[in-house]
């Protein structure tokens, strides 16, 4: 018996030996291993394996053979361990930034996170205290030197055959591809993310995020043609448009029917902003948004769906000023740092430019970030006032606070001639929310049956937030009313904030209905709306009867139609990635000439303090530099009205300039040569 025992213990270990020793049965082993690693670090706790409690076999088998056809090069390499750690390192790094961005925004990692990094970069702090950075920066210092260490201590095949190898991988790849064809053709999976969160949880990390690499742009619709696109062109002609749309103006005076006399159109989209009332488990010590409770009591009101939550504010934006879909983009892509860093799309600015109106957006946050320096001007306006060129107050958490457009949109208004047409786009509610009590008092307190310590403080920190954007709203209505001219104003929440909300949790709407609130002094007709964000600016145009070109004239004529959305992917296609057969096969829309900021920096005297020279004038901001000779020199801000460099940086003689610079460098506005 013993002998028989001992038989069976040696033969188990030739046995595990040989596969162990055989490369293509421990990369399988391995493979899987990694697979399920991967899927379960991905998934937030109260979520399950592909979105169900039943396994399914299928969809894992799917993940598992990418992952193994990712990883099939190690097979050219002889250090075939070496090179499988560095793929399992990458997909588990990517799984736990996919499982950081669930938690931190309530939606998953896509490529275009990575292609953002730098950006991303810039919020570090807010979301990771220095502590953890620096630990961080300490594990991929020790992770590369493992690394570097692995590859010089590991095993290498002696022998590589290539013939074999590369017609395998080939062969593969091809099977890989013919067997996505058909989980996709028998809806297994799906290439549509329109709800990217729920199909990350459906179909496993791998597979999506690998969608979100190759399927880029905008596919092209069944049908595509010059005759199609041609004859829906006519169906949208404007004259059509003009004796379908309503005439709002039939309750307003004769005098406002002028063309030279419409209305300014604002827009304000608030950072994460949401009525916390809504939630079902939550109650609050008082009404945290009372104002725009009561406005939306008196004016049009609603809900606009936009097509993200906790993140991707850019994409609210994008829809709400072209009319056009994100959801017909690939899987997380942001247009604004990749189509509109190289083209102009049709948008509501250019069908107003065309009516007269300046143009301006305006962001409490960094030019740079999305791209909003270049995206704007591929949008049509002539003008674009970021932080760097505002004088603002700042959260607890850094990010600039609302009160600024107070008094510079009402400010800008009455600076032009013309009508105008501004892009506010909001930044104080943005995320993370602390988990610790940062503030010495809460003006609001939240309570909860289930709410931990940590998340009562996230709560009552953005309510606190939401407060004070709150009481904006009103004063900026009562400023802009001050002015005396006709204006409308739309306020609504960019997305939800990344605080764990569900549909489950919410009384009412799903967690993509964000408040929307019209405002207006013209006398328009109170209204209930829902609309999705990519139909408000047709929306607004229709209620003030000013034309706008063939996307607005979709959404006005054809939005209950069965071949609606249909329609709006080939015009979307057509106008953007093919012929552009609607605009007769030419470029409609020009890139602007954007100039920064609206209020000039200048120097009106200069004084000596010690070692210092002393720049007295006006407009300047934290991010003014003075520039000797063409040359940035060490600047002291010292408030709207003053800088401060050395004695040293200016000599007789020298020629010097007020530069408003970006944070990455990037000179955004400069004024004239001043000689010292």
Request: aromatic share 14%; proline share 4%.
């Amino acid at each position: 018996m013993r002998d028989n025992v001992y038989k069976f213990m040696v033969n188990c270990k030739k046995y595990v030996k040989c596969i162990f020793s055989n490369t293509f049965f421990l990369w399988l082993i391995s493979s899987i291993v990694l697979t399920l690693i991967v899927e379960n670090i991905s998934l937030l706790s109260d979520r399950t394996l592909y979105g169900s409690s039943q396994f399914d076999f299928v969809k894992f088998t799917y993940n598992l053979l990418l992952i193994m056809l990712s990883s099939s090069f190690i097979f050219l390499f002889k250090k075939r361990i070496f090179w499988f750690s560095l793929v399992s390192l990458t997909w588990i790094g990517l799984s736990l930034g996919n499982k950081m961005l669930l938690s931190f925004r309530g939606s998953p990692l896509t490529i275009s996170d990575i292609q953002m990094a730098n950006m991303g970069l810039t919020l570090i702090n807010q979301y990771f205290t220095k502590v953890q950075i620096y630990l961080a920066i300490i594990l991929i210092l020790i992770i590369v030197a493992l690394f570097i260490l692995l590859f010089i201590k590991s095993p290498k095949k002696q022998k590589v055959n290539y013939f074999l190898i590369i017609p395998s991988i080939i062969a593969f790849a091809f099977c890989f591809k013919g067997y996505s064809n058909k989980l996709i053709s028998s809806q297994v999976l799906s290439t549509n993310f329109w709800d990217i969160t729920t199909a990350y949880n459906s179909y496993g990390f791998p597979y999506s995020f690998t969608s979100t690499v190759f399927n880029y742009g905008i596919e092209k619709p069944n049908g595509y043609s010059e005759d199609y696109i041609t004859n829906l062109s006519m169906e949208l002609n404007t004259d059509t448009l003009a004796s379908a749309t309503s005439d709002i103006y039939s309750s307003i005076s004769v005098d406002n029917q002028n063309t030279n006399n419409k209305p300014n159109i604002i827009m304000v989209q608030l950072e994460s902003f949401f009525d916390p009332t809504l939630m079902n488990d939550l109650t609050f010590s008082e009404d945290p948004i009372p104002n725009f409770r009561r406005l939306s009591e008196e004016y049009s009101s609603g809900y606009l769906t936009v097509p993200t939550i906790g993140g991707g504010t850019s994409n609210t934006e994008f829809e709400v000023i072209t009319g056009l879909s994100t959801k017909l983009f690939g899987p997380g892509q942001f247009p604004y740092n990749t189509l509109l860093q190289t083209s102009t799309s049709e948008s509501i600015a250019y069908y107003l430019k065309d009516q007269g109106y300046a143009t301006t957006a305006m962001h409490n946050h960094e030019a740079i970030f999305y791209g909003r320096n270049v995206a704007y001007a591929n949008l049509g306006f002539d003008r674009f006032v970021p932080r760097e060129t505002m004088n603002v107050e700042y959260t607890p958490t850094y990010y600039a606070k609302d009160t600024v457009f107070i008094n510079d949109i009402p400010e800008l208004i009455s600076s032009t001639e013309e009508k105008d047409f501004i892009y506010a786009v909001s930044v104080q509610g943005h995320g993370s929310y602390p988990d610790y009590e940062i503030l010495p008092e809460v003006n609001i307190t939240v309570d909860g049956a289930n709410l931990s310590e940590g998340d009562k403080n996230s709560w009552q920190y953005y309510v606190q937030q939401i407060h004070e954007m709150d009481q904006v709203v009103m004063n900026l209505i009562n400023k802009v009313n001050e002015t005396g001219e006709p204006t409308v104003i739309a306020f609504y929440g960019d997305h939800l904030p990344s605080l764990g909300i569900s549909n489950t949790r919410l009384n009412k709407g799903t967690i993509y209905d964000t408040p929307l609130l019209i405002w207006d002094n013209i006398g328009l007709e109170k209204e209930d709306l829902s609309l999705p964000s990519y139909q408000l600016s047709a929306y607004l145009l229709d209620k003030l009867n000013i034309p706008g070109g063939i996307i607005s004239s979709l959404h006005q004529l054809k939005s209950n139609d069965e071949d609606y959305f249909d329609e709006l992917h080939a015009l979307q296609y057509d106008i953007l990635y093919g012929k552009k057969y609607a605009y007769n096969k030419e470029n409609l829309y020009t890139k602007t000439n954007m100039q920064f900021g609206f209020k000039e920096p200048g120097v009106g005297s200069i004084e000596y303090e010690d070692d210092l020279i002393i720049l007295k004038g006006g407009n300047f901001t934290e991010n003014s530099k003075v520039c000797v000779n063409g040359k940035e020199v060490d600047t002291a801000f010292y408030g709207d009205t003053m800088l401060a460099i050395s004695k040293d940086s200016l000599k007789p003689g020298d020629t010097y300039t007020i530069r408003q610079v970006a944070g990455d460098g990037t000179v955004l506005r400069e004024t004239f040569e001043y000689a010292y």
